[in-house]
């Protein structure tokens, strides 16, 4: 259980098979959001549809509501959700800690204020371990400081104690059919990001996640921080790059030997109307599709492009029909989940590193634009 | 094309087959709404698989949004919506005269106020029907004055306008693709219902509706309508009650003879946290189902029944997940539509009369409460 097999690699890019109590899980790998046990507005059969393999769900979230326990009691967060893929749900420190002036941070752990009922609760790591077992992913995370990265001095607080708690998560631990994976801080501090990337790795974690990017820093920040987190790595342990991304992002990550993303992006922009495409993001409301017989990308094979014309969207979205939210969204997830599914086809072939250029051509235009959008679906 | 083959009665209830230029539809059979060219939540493809066969849409809407002319320079609704079975438009007026305050009937039509952005629009019978050819659904209907069924002497004005409007929607009528279906009015006045039934039959429409039922009246008024117009029609053109219904009005409406029926009952409810079930209607909010393990109903072989439990469908509505409308969604619809095809099974074996007390207690506690939902989805 849990064994990594790296099946090519192409360059830094690999393409590998993760072995959960719930399939193997071929990778490099897109995951949806799901933050409260639904990717919002799809079913699983649609999900399932579309290409979905991995699906993240939080824990903060789930906590509050419907509460772990309950969870637990209908059998767990697969049978909850009617799930049978993998699973990954992350340690809820990153949307406590956004929960800013509401919640205090001490070395302990955290108290915040429910964002449902201003109720005071507090976690900490062997606190956040304890939900996860209850929920019972395949892939559960450690319990983590994410730091403003721009705050250089904070970053290395948030780091030590960051490793503190990644040493409680493990001792906290104890099912066996749960891979407990580490993650890496530091900010963007290159001295930092080595600290933590060394001193992660030299735990006995299945798998290493890096947190902290995608948060405000620049791309080239992003990336010089990437290539040095990855140099250091071993190479047997699968990659979760946190909170990526952006089609861009995606290429260029698995590019340097990413193996695991998730995002919200896909879902929220289907809920705001827009659509990834060859041409752009396209948001659909634009009255220059009132007419518009075109799918929203003629190469594309979801559902959607498959049966509705942009006109035909575009009336549901002016006409406030929920049913665009859930077409955009298929369209959304079945673009990422195939772009990486196609990446990973071309890692196998040897011919990623040739398609690189033509995948970026492809997908520009596509970024996402102005503030990183919040860490739920 | 619009030939109707009765395969059997049984008492005055009929099994058939309404022949039409998008397949055959069997009959008896439920319609779910689909106000603005798309039933609310849920993909064609989700609609296929719970077995809708006919479905209907509103002229007002898709007049004002998207406009006739664009869903006719899509291919007609059927393309537009990507619906290739049967579907149904209504005239338009029953909408516009419920929008009281804002629209100023006379013999030649009704003007009225959009309830989108307050610009003025006229519908006659000539309109009506233009509107609806552009629509292009398969049956489409007369244009009609639908009476307060407590105003006895508005019921005749509003009857007789009805007939002169029949008249000029049928000479207006042009598409031979499309069945025009006429609408008998009369309120509850017995002596209006016959005479209005009377002359709509003697008009060449290739069905017949019965309309200002199901719209105030008590239960045993439109039983008593009912019976009073049944009796009188040509048993040999299909018959639409407007509108209804409960799953009890379906089986009583049946066993009197009626062949479609419509209603936004199912997926308004669903919206509203409410299904359908043989305990009776169930509100999924309710905190009693936190546990539950059950699906909404154990003898429902509909997707979410097979798929979820309660717990977890209470859950999606205390978090305010819209997928609980869509499995609501499918639900609903799927037991009103499996109602009426076990019914029709029934009809053609001979054993209907005999079940229809089971069935009566089977659904009992289903009906709708308090006042007629609004005539849109």
Same mark, same amino acid.
């Given at each position: 259980?849990?064994?990594?097999?790296?099946?090519?690699?192409?360059?830094?890019?690999?393409?590998?098979?993760?072995?959960?109590?719930?399939?193997?899980?071929?990778?490099?790998?897109?995951?949806?959001?799901?933050?409260?046990?639904?990717?919002?507005?799809?079913?699983?059969?649609?999900?399932?549809?579309?290409?979905?393999?991995?699906?993240?769900?939080?824990?903060?979230?789930?906590?509050?509501?419907?509460?772990?326990?309950?969870?637990?009691?209908?059998?767990?967060?697969?049978?909850?959700?009617?799930?049978?893929?993998?699973?990954?749900?992350?340690?809820?420190?990153?949307?406590? &800690?956004?929960?800013?002036?509401?919640?205090?941070?001490?070395?302990?752990?955290?108290? &915040?204020?429910?964002?449902?009922?201003?109720?005071?609760?507090?976690?900490?790591?062997?606190?956040?371990?304890?939900?996860?077992?209850?929920?019972?992913?395949?892939?559960?995370?450690?319990?983590?400081?994410?730091?403003?990265?721009?705050?250089?001095?904070?970053?290395?607080?948030?780091? #030590?104690?960051?490793?503190?708690?990644?040493?409680?998560?493990?001792?906290?631990?104890?099912?066996?059919?749960?891979?407990?994976?580490?993650?890496?801080?530091?900010?963007?501090?290159?001295?930092?990001?080595?600290?933590?990337?060394?001193?992660?790795?030299?735990?006995?974690?299945?798998?290493?996640?890096?947190?902290?990017?995608?948060?405000?820093?620049?791309?080239?920040?992003?990336?010089?921080?990437?290539?040095?987190?990855?140099?250091?790595?071993?190479?047997?342990?699968?990659?979760?790059?946190?909170?990526?991304?952006?089609? #861009?992002?995606?290429?260029?990550?698995?590019?340097?030997?990413?193996?695991? &993303?998730?995002?919200?992006?896909?879902?929220?922009?289907?809920?705001?109307?827009?659509?990834?495409?060859?041409?752009?993001?396209?948001?659909?409301?634009?009255?220059?599709?009132?007419?518009?017989?075109?799918?929203?990308?003629?190469?594309?094979?979801?559902?959607?492009?498959?049966?509705?014309?942009?006109?035909?969207?575009?009336?549901?979205?002016?006409?406030?029909?929920?049913?665009?939210?859930?077409?955009?969204?298929?369209?959304?997830?079945?673009?990422?989940?195939?772009?990486?599914?196609?990446?990973?086809?071309?890692?196998?072939?040897?011919?990623?590193?040739?398609?690189?250029?033509?995948?970026?051509?492809?997908?520009?235009?596509?970024?996402?634009?102005?503030?990183?959008?919040?860490?739920?679906?």
């Amino acid at each position: 259980m849990f064994e990594f097999d790296i099946l090519a690699t192409q360059g830094r890019a690999r393409a590998g098979v993760f072995h959960t109590p719930h399939g193997d899980l071929t990778t490099p790998v897109f995951a949806p959001v799901g933050t409260q046990a639904t990717v919002k507005l799809l079913t699983p059969a649609q999900l399932d549809e579309l290409g979905a393999s991995l699906v993240l769900s939080n824990t903060y979230h789930l906590y509050l509501r419907p509460g772990d326990d309950l969870v637990k009691e209908m059998g767990g967060l697969h049978e909850f959700m009617q799930w049978h893929h993998p699973m990954l749900t992350d340690s809820g420190g990153y949307q406590v &800690f956004s929960l800013a002036g509401t919640r205090k941070i001490d070395d302990d752990g955290v108290t &915040f204020k429910s964002h449902i009922d201003g109720s005071t609760h507090r976690f900490t790591p062997e606190k956040s371990i304890a939900i996860q077992e209850n929920l019972g992913a395949d892939i559960i995370m450690a319990f983590d400081e994410c730091s403003n990265p721009n705050d250089h001095a904070y970053s290395r607080l948030a780091m #030590e104690r960051t490793h503190r708690w990644a040493e409680r998560s493990l001792r906290a631990h104890s099912r066996a059919d749960q891979a407990l994976f580490g993650i890496i801080q530091g900010g963007i501090v290159p001295d930092l990001r080595s600290t933590s990337t060394k001193f992660i790795s030299s735990l006995p974690f299945p798998g290493i996640a890096i947190g902290g990017l995608s948060v405000g820093e620049t791309k080239g920040e992003m990336h010089a921080m990437l290539d040095l987190v990855i140099q250091s790595l071993p190479s047997a342990k699968p990659r979760y790059l946190m909170g990526v991304g952006t089609p #861009e992002d995606l290429i260029d990550g698995i590019s340097r030997g990413i193996d695991i &993303f998730d995002c919200v992006l896909p879902t929220r922009l289907a809920r705001h109307n827009a659509a990834f495409s060859s041409e752009g993001r396209l948001n659909l409301m634009n009255a220059s599709f009132t007419h518009d017989t075109r799918p929203i990308d003629g190469s594309c094979d979801c559902y959607t492009c498959q049966t509705f014309t942009r006109a035909y969207l575009r009336h549901l979205i002016v006409a406030k029909e929920l049913l665009a939210g859930t077409l955009l969204s298929i369209h959304n997830l079945h673009a990422l989940i195939h772009l990486v599914k196609d990446i990973r086809t071309s890692i196998l072939d040897g011919t990623f590193e040739n398609k690189i250029p033509s995948w970026m051509e492809e997908w520009r235009g596509n970024a996402e634009r102005g503030a990183k959008l919040p860490q739920t679906d």
